[in-house]
């Protein structure tokens, strides 16, 4: 079996999921090639030729960011009824984030291929605000779980095609208006010249190549994809994106650490978790049923 993962990750959440992904089909004895989106886009894989794609990418603005959905155009028609399966992770689990992947799906429908599955995880905010330590790990050790569900499902030949909803395609629509923002918001990046080192770590790692080192400083262009990879990585806490300072969340999640320190808990939404988490209970409630139903565990 042969299985090709693209994923267009910010931060590195959805790459973490593209990670445990990789690793199950592996363990299954399936070859698989994991390619990393970025700008430009180079050495496309022929993702014709393989029996599975696996699509990943963070939720912006209810829908798939740009430069993911260019990328999946890019793709090559297919003749064999390729398989695609979406992944996605998100902040929150509110019900207009379910139609992110459609024009990614109409895009690859119109090209022959065959869309089994469309995932959500959640994982934790990278915008707004930090999310606390506990609600982080939650969050991780489920997308772990849920990693080896969408391999265990696509194995079982157990497929989802998947079907969005007239009112969340419409909401997702009217906020791709983020793509236009991203475009105006990107050229007000700057760095802070008392802070920046001019490493130039932010240069290397933007997946958009939006960012240069000039004679004057760090330079932003105009093709940002707002995945606030710069802000997250940057050593000295340098990079300010513009009008979204406020909302601006500097720093990686340290997931591993949460995993080894005991005294953060595994569990922070709970039945009786009250106020604006809880109608995350709901998610995790189905999500814990239907890893039951396959005998994956969390903990
Ligand atoms: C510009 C922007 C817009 C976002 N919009 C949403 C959203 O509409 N819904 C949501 O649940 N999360 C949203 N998020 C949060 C991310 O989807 C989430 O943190 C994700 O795990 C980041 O994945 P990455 O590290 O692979 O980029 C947004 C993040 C950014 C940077």
Known sequence: MKILICVFSGTGHTFLAARAIEKGF???GASVDLHAIKRPYK?????????????????????????????????????NNTKV?????????????????????????????????????????????????????????????????????????NFE?????FFTRIFATIFRIEWICS?????????KKDKCSKCGLCVKKCPSSNIKLTEKGIKFGAHCSTCMK?????????????????????????????LKDDSIPNVYITDETKGYFKHFKKYYNLVDKELKSYNIEVF
Not at 62 to 71: E, G, L
Request: contains cysteine.
């Open 230 to 258: 710069c802000v997250f990585e940057c050593p000295c806490d340098a990079v300010r994106p513009g009008i979204l300072n406020p909302w601006r969340v500097n720093g990686r999640y340290d997931f591993n650490g949460y």
């Open 183 to 191: 475009f105006a918001v990107g050229p007000f990046y700057h760095v």
């Open 85 to 157: 399966f979406f992944f996605k992770t998100s902040g929150e689990p509110f019900h207009p984030n379910s139609a992110s992947s459609i024009l990614a799906y109409k895009s690859l429908k119109k090209k022959g291929y065959d869309i089994i599955q469309d995932t959500h995880m959640l994982m934790p905010y990278n915008i707004m605000f930090r999310y606390k330590d506990a609600l982080a790990k939650q969050m991780y050790l489920y997308t772990m779980a849920m990693s080896k569900l969408i391999v265990k499902k696509i194995l079982c030949g």
């Open 161 to 165: 095609h998947p079907k969005y909803n």
């Open 43 to 79: 050495d496309l894989p022929d993702s014709s030729k393989y029996d599975y794609v696996g699509l990943g990418y963070p939720i912006h603005a209810f829908n798939a960011p740009k430069i993911f959905v260019d990328y999946c155009k890019l793709l090559p028609k297919t003749e």
């Open 26 to 28: 592996k363990e299954a």
